[in-house]
T-cell receptor, first 116, second 117 residues
Framework: GAVVSQHPSWVICKSGTSVKIECRSL??????MFWYRQFPKQSLMLMAT?????????EQGVEKDKFLINHASLTLSTLTVTSAHPEDSSFYIC????????????FGPGTRLTVL | AQSVTQLDSHVSVSEGTPVLLRCNYS??????LFWYVQHPNKGLQLLLK??????LVKGINGFEAEFKKSETSFHLTKPSAHMSDAAEYFC???????????????FGKGTHLIIQP
């Protein structure tokens, strides 16, 4: 149980285009989902907290207009990287907590974004 | 603000010997602490968590960690290393303190565990 999937697993795009990444909780409902970013051989950094039916809460230094988050249902959150640039290339990982608790987060396998 | 410091970027042990991965934390309140493992090309897996219950926490695959408030430490141990334990290990505290949600996680920089045959 408690499986989180991400799609796509990797994506290559041209500079200036937008890319959407999906995060799904497959066997549980998740009121809260989280988006992290991991640079090569580095740790994960929380970007934002996504709450179903409301606006996402962004960490300091994360551009809200660049990283658009939508959490329209209890099993799906999306991250859209708008007008992507090479410096946005990274590994994006989502996690989800079961509704009623944020004690444990279950992580997706990640999405590798490469912007040319 | 919450933070964790993993004291070793790399740890190398021989198969069958004990493993010790060190972590110190800083938290403005009673912390929730976790250890996650990341194998190459795989997602993060929760090893164990401490949430103010027993200070000695047992996790999966023979790992355990002890919460020591006086030392602000949460070191991860395993009595006998196995080749399959080779991976990246992250010490994590709940909360970021950077203006966002209170439940996001703050990760340490990671410790790369190498198992020598």
């Amino acid at each position: 149980g408690a499986v989180v999937s991400q799609h796509p697993s990797w994506v290559i795009c041209k500079s200036g285009t937008s890319v959407k990444i999906e995060c799904r909780s497959l066997d549980f409902q998740a009121t809260t989902m989280f988006w992290y970013r991991q640079f090569p051989k580095q740790s994960l950094m929380l970007m934002a907290t996504s709450n179903e039916g409301s606006k996402a809460t962004y960490e300091q230094g994360v551009e809200k207009d660049k990283f658009l988050i939508n959490h329209a249902s209890l099993t799906l959150s999306t991250l859209t990287v708008t007008s992507a640039h090479p410096e946005d290339s990274s590994f994006y990982i989502c996690s989800a907590s079961e509704t009623g608790t944020t004690d444990t987060q279950y992580f997706g396998p990640g999405t590798r974004l490469t912007v040319l | 603000a919450q933070s964790v410091t993993q004291l070793d970027s790399h740890v190398s042990v021989s198969e069958g010997t004990p493993v010790l991965l060190r972590c110190n934390y800083s938290s403005s309140y009673s912390p929730s602490l976790f250890w996650y493992v990341q194998h190459p090309n795989k997602g993060l897996q929760l090893l164990l968590k401490y949430t103010s219950a027993a200070t000695l926490v047992k996790g999966i695959n023979g790992f355990e960690a002890e919460f020591k408030k006086s030392e602000t430490s949460f070191h991860l141990t395993k009595p006998s290393a196995h080749m399959s334990d080779a991976a990246e290990y992250f010490c994590v505290v709940r909360g970021t303190g950077s203006g966002g949600g209170a439940d996001g996680l703050t990760f340490g920089k990671g410790t790369h565990l190498i198992i020598q045959p």
